[in-house]
């Protein structure tokens, strides 16, 4: 069995991490690869109860994601995780966990994600009414080479997951032997 | 591809429960089965840092270890886990959450394990030197309905093993499709 890949979606909070993670899993699964998604509030709830937002407990979250992600590619699984994942280092450091590592920038400018605001968290934020909120109050530090970059705000959904593909296309890893 | 399953080792501290896991995931990898073994130690490290061992922390830590298995398992790999895991409520959570569960009680008696003390803990346990303490400062529940029972002080590791296979290949899991 081939070894998995880990596609890793980094980008502020609305950007459209999530949207890409499941179209981008629709896409892989068509193909017969086996996928999971590690969205961020699902896994706060199953493997990071009780973290919070400081950067010591995201990047425990984030590497503890991270090592769930290179488990299931071990056993050929591909894993998409979906976390804003501010920080600069703790992607590196990932990137030497997982051999098939894909740092994917999922990015619209700010004042894009706060007109959208799907969640209303943006408001709550610039109101102070919600800390340490990535963009906000809390940094957010943009990936300096990552292998893809979609811009959520001048692309569809279809085209940012077309843009991943193609460089897993490129890599050799859409064919299941 | 058929779907995997869990065998959850339970039992006290040098009971012989990581022994009994590795020689397990070698005969199944001899069966082509492909296997991942979620060992107390390394999970404590990977997935569970920060985690004490109160009866929270504790059960934290086994339902945890309990999703990563079922996410396996869905993705057909077999799951070994080998925690100490004392508290009856929550290995009753772990069935409810993995379709296919075989708990297996690891036993011996306790006056073996103290004269044993592979890892020099009990040792210190009894001193008071080390709390929470399974079997000597903290409770353990035993199962009352295991699937299987390895009486480590009179059974070789080998017949250990046997007897999980057994009840494995009773339900059909052995065969690889």
């Known amino acids: 069995m081939a070894q998995g890949f880990t596609v890793w979606l980094t980008g502020l909070s609305g950007a459209g991490k999530s949207t890409i993670a499941q179209a981008l899993a629709r896409a892989l699964e068509e193909r017969g690869l086996p996928v999971e998604i590690l969205d961020g509030d699902v896994v706060r709830q199953n493997?990071?109860?009780g973290l919070g937002f400081s950067k010591e407990d995201r990047d425990t979250n984030v590497l503890r994601v991270g090592w769930v992600c290179q488990l299931l590619n071990k056993h050929g699984v591909v894993s998409i995780a979906a976390l804003i994942s501010p920080?600069?280092?703790t992607r590196a450091k990932l990137r030497t966990m997982i051999p098939r590592f894909v740092e994917v920038y999922v990015h619209a400018p700010l004042e894009v994600?706060?007109?959208?605001d799907v969640k209303g968290l943006y408001k709550k934020a610039l109101a102070g009414e919600i800390?340490?909120?990535t963009g906000i109050s809390d940094p957010y530090e943009p990936p300096e080479n990552p292998e893809v970059v979609c811009h959520?705000?001048?692309e569809t959904v279809e085209e940012s997951v077309g843009k991943i593909l193609a460089y897993l296309d490129a890599q050799g890893w859409l064919s299941q032997d």
Do not use: G, Q, V
Not at 113 to 116: A, C, D, F, P
């Open 87 to 89: 920080y600069r280092d």
């Open 113 to 116: 994600l706060i007109e959208r």
């Open 131 to 133: 800390s340490n909120f």
């Open 47 to 49: 493997l990071s109860k």
């Open 152 to 154: 959520t705000h001048e």
